[in-house]
């Protein structure tokens, strides 16, 4: 079976293309970069259907498939904006009914777990799912990915991101800001922020934002940041360790490229004594190919949609998915 995988949740819009073996054949994007300011929802959509035919041709060149092989079509149903993700169903509709093949809707925080699980063989991991989007600590029990801990404000990818635009830098901001952090060397007080197995960044936010207009130094500010959010991040994906007494960690979701985040996790999965896991840089941030991957779990397992069942969910939670190709 050879499925292709349509994302389109945000800013980036790819197709993957994955055979039943698990090999991904073909994983083009194209992502969508505002002139100034965050992601605009209409923007984006525009942006992705614009580029949808040449993203797809790019995928079957690199498949060295025709159309006509495609058995299955995955879309990402949802979380996400919603502008964007009616027209990735609306790609992922017209394609399935044209080739008449069957059609599934994947979540996209579940796909980037099933991705990441495909690629390091971890089996029944903890996952610290960190994005722009995103930012939960996941562990799969009695037949669904269950949430243990989440944001209960701004994801963490966010929170990098409207920092570096608020000092002036370029969206995505994560990268720069890691970038700066490393040649910080002073440690500048911050709100940490831990209600329980939750998490906050909104005031962390503010107070790195009011420090820099009182002119404090950007790269001691940037390690700053980094290091509080990143320390509540491993402190509740260490207790959710603990109390699943899993011995696998799996870090993915575009933030998972974050080196400093990857040394920390790592550190600690060591004192726990579980392996750590994180997927290729190429596949922790929204592409096609974890959908397609996602799609034919799902497929395979019996799972089924029509047309009409395969409407936008854009607040899609985690632990509202039956996983139906999971026992264990």
């Known amino acids: 079976m050879i499925c292709l995988g349509i994302e389109g949740t945000a800013h980036t819009f790819g197709m993957g293309i994955v055979d039943s073996a698990g090999r991904v054949l073909a994983n083009p994007t194209k992502t969508y970069f505002p002139e ?31 159309i006509e092989d495609i058995d299955l079509v995955a879309f990402s149903q949802g979380p996400g904006l919603g502008p964007v993700l009616r ?15 069957p059609i599934v809707g994947v979540n996209h925080c579940i796909a980037h777990i099933e991705i990441g699980r495909l690629t390091e063989a971890a089996k029944d991991p903890v996952t610290l799912y960190v994005s722009g989007g995103n930012t939960q600590v996941i562990a799969f029990d009695a037949g669904r990915y269950r949430v243990f ?15 570096a635009r608020e000092v002036g830098r370029p969206h ?23 209600k329980g197995m939750d998490l906050s960044f909104s005031g962390l936010l503010t107070e790195a934002i009011r420090k820099h207009r009182e002119g404090a130094n950007i790269n001691d500010l ?42 920390m996790l790592k550190l ?10 994180v997927p290729p840089r190429e596949l922790c941030g929204d592409q096609g190919a974890m959908i397609a991957w996602n799609g034919i ?32």
């Open 87 to 101: 027209t990735t169903a609306t790609a992922a509709r017209a394609l399935a009914v044209w080739l008449g093949v």
């Open 172 to 194: 995505p901001g994560g990268p720069i800001v890691e970038k700066l952090a490393k040649a910080g060397k002073n440690y500048l007080p911050l709100p940490y922020v831990v």
């Open 297 to 328: 779990l799902a497929y395979k397992s019996g799972f089924r949609q029509s047309i009409k069942d395969t409407k936008v969910k854009q607040r899609w939670r985690t632990d509202e998915v039956e996983v139906t190709w999971r026992r264990s």
């Open 268 to 277: 600690m999965a060591r004192e726990q004594r579980a392996k750590f896991y």
């Open 36 to 66: 100034k300011g965050g992601i605009h929802p209409r923007e984006a959509a525009q942006f992705h259907a614009a580029n949808a035919k040449l993203v797809l041709e790019e995928a079957l060149r690199a498949a060295r498939i025709e």
């Open 149 to 163: 801990g989440e944001t209960i404000d701004i994801p963490v990818g966010n929170c990098l991101d409207v920092f």
């Open 222 to 263: 940037c390690y700053s940041l980094q290091e509080t959010a990143f320390a509540a991040l491993v402190e509740v994906t260490e207790r959710a360790l603990a109390h699943t007494e899993k011995k696998e960690l799996l870090l993915t979701g575009g933030v998972a490229a974050n080196g400093r985040l990857r040394e």
